[in-house]
């Protein structure tokens, strides 16, 4: 019998043939039209990791996955590539960037396996161990994905202390730099803060997109406590004292 998941996978490529054929719209697309459909829909799988919602998750990899069969067939109307060729592609990869399964190479930990890796995109051509980070990621991801790359290879703090003292380094020449009045060195050293910071989170396992995204949703809840309760009493939020809110924003966080 047949995998079930090799069956619907094979749905999905034929009902992607059946669109491009007869369908307007998916007859009109391209790569350059598809790609910012493509980056909201990975957000919107990112937002429904972040809530947790298994369910949405599967609505949102699907998506995902169309978009992926859809650049497929868009590539083998030019000969260009196909789908057999993104699967075996990276296939191909992750069985050379994985000697400890696929070789003979012996690793104790994560920490190894990163370390190859680098090592082993080198060999493959990367003149650099950051040239795989991509220039459009947001500034705050791209900083992880920088830091987790030069820690890969062993440019990395000895101990979390260190790095610690390089925040309180960082925030004290931005304190002088703010107290100078110099705007340019300002917005420079508050740079350096959000980069140590970044690095700090890296040391204890926090992703600092997630950590700043789920304070941005609790902040939104107890604004919207604020507003709600502003309404009740017939009021705006602008009519508020400054104590009125901060007594309803201690109630929010109690909720």
Same mark, same amino acid.
């Given at each position: 019998? +047949? ?46 990791? /972040? ?6 998750? +599967? +609505? ?55 370390? =190859? ?8 051509? =990367? ?11 947001? !500034? ?9 790359? !030069? ?22 020449? /931005? ?61 705006? /939020? ?18």
């Amino acid at each position: 019998m +047949k995998d079930e998941r090799l069956v619907a996978f094979e749905r999905l490529l034929n009902i992607m043939d059946d669109l491009r054929a007869k369908c307007p719209w998916d007859k009109k697309q391209t790569m350059q039209s598809l790609r910012h459909l493509t980056i909201e829909e990975t957000y919107e799988l990112g937002d429904a990791i /972040l809530s947790n919602d298994l369910q949405e998750v +599967k +609505k949102e990899l699907g998506d995902l996955l169309l978009h992926i069969v859809f650049y497929a067939k868009i590539g083998s109307e030019t000969n260009s590539f196909n789908i057999a060729d993104v699967a075996n592609g990276v296939c191909e990869k992750l069985i050379e960037r994985h000697p400890h399964i696929y070789g003979d190479v012996q690793v104790n930990n994560e920490e190894d396996v990163k370390r =190859n890796w680098e090592k082993i995109k080198l060999k493959e051509g =990367n003149k650099s161990v950051l040239g795989g980070v991509p220039k459009s990621l947001p !500034a705050l991801v791209k900083a992880t994905r920088i830091q987790d790359k !030069a820690a890969g290879v062993g440019f990395d703090w000895d101990n979390i202390d260190d790095v610690f003292a390089k925040i309180k380094e960082e925030i004290d020449e /931005l304190h002088a730099e703010v107290k100078a009045q110099k705007q340019s060195n300002i917005e420079s050293e508050f740079g350096d803060v959000l980069f140590s910071l970044i690095n700090y989170a890296r040391f204890f396992k926090v992703n600092p997109e997630d950590a700043l995204e789920r304070t941005n949703r609790k902040f939104i809840a107890r604004f919207q406590y604020l507003e709600e309760k502003a309404t009740a009493q017939g009021k705006s /939020l602008k009519d508020m004292t400054l104590q009125e809110m901060e007594t309803y924003w201690q109630e929010a966080k109690n909720l």
